[in-house]
């Protein structure tokens, strides 16, 4: 069920009136929310309720991912929350949030700034929280025209747009040290992390200091195998990339979490 804007309701495969938690499901950086379509079906199978929502300058909006802000992309989260929120009262179930990428920098800024009071766990695919040496090359760029544009080596499947604006890569950074400048208390909720330790993109071991640094001990990472991702390890969130194996764990050990609660 889509609306006007591209947002996107999947209903439990089981019984959409009597889920057993209601999720908000939010894509990565340049990508179509249709990425996280495969996933959002996986766990409908299982008996959730999933809410996929469009991050601005992600649709049919270049002009917007231009001049894109980290207060617009945070608004985007405030409202998936309160939408996904008034589903889970109505049916009396739990809310919880899956990200992938920049959608899991925005959850765990959301959570860790007070945003989603009502999220008790928190699922993460490969967060933007701790970036690589190849994603810090990008910042000598931001002296430049902010609206200059990089191609970009997303699959073509998956992209939203074929040339990454600088502004939203400075946007993307300014998201992160946002995060650092906080106090991150809030962010230890129940939390399963999954992560390819040779991620292109996101940094393995700062991640694992990150959680460390910050005393996140409700957090359980789970180190994908790394020879099942057909030469793209960040893009976990796609079964064809992920492969058969670290799928099948992400979406068994999502539900297992979520029903442990």
Known sequence: MQNDSGNTWIKSKIDSDKPKAVFILVH???????????????????????????????????????????????????????????????????????GFSLGGLLGALAKSEGYMPKVEKLILLAPALEMTFFSGLIRPLLRFNLQFGIPSRAPGA???????????????????????????????????????????????????????????????????????????????ADPYYAGDHNWRLMVDETCKFFNNC
Not at 46 to 72: M, S
Not at 180 to 200: A, C, H, Q, S, W
Request: hydrophobic share 45%; glycine share 4%.
């Open 158 to 236: 998956y992209r939203a747009h074929s040339y990454m604006p600088v502004k939203a890569y400075r946007t993307l950074f300014e998201l992160k040290e946002q995060l650092d400048r906080g106090v991150l208390e809030k962010l230890n909720i129940p939390t399963l992390l999954f992560i390819d330790k040779k991620d292109e993109l996101v940094s393995f071991k700062k991640l694992m200091k990150f959680i460390s640094l910050h005393q996140l001990s409700n957090w359980n990472v789970k180190i994908l195998l790394s020879k099942n991702n057909r030469g793209i390890h960040h893009m976990i």
């Open 28 to 98: 990565g950086l340049n990508n179509q929310a249709k990425l996280m379509y495969p996933f959002a079906d996986a766990i409908a199978a299982e008996g959730y309720n999933v809410y996929v929502p469009v991050l601005d300058g992600h649709a049919n909006d270049y002009a917007k991912f231009k001049v894109i802000e980290k207060e617009d992309w945070l608004c985007n989260i405030k409202s998936a929350y309160e939408i996904a929120l008034a589903e889970a009262e109505r049916l009396n179930c739990p809310l919880a949030y899956i």
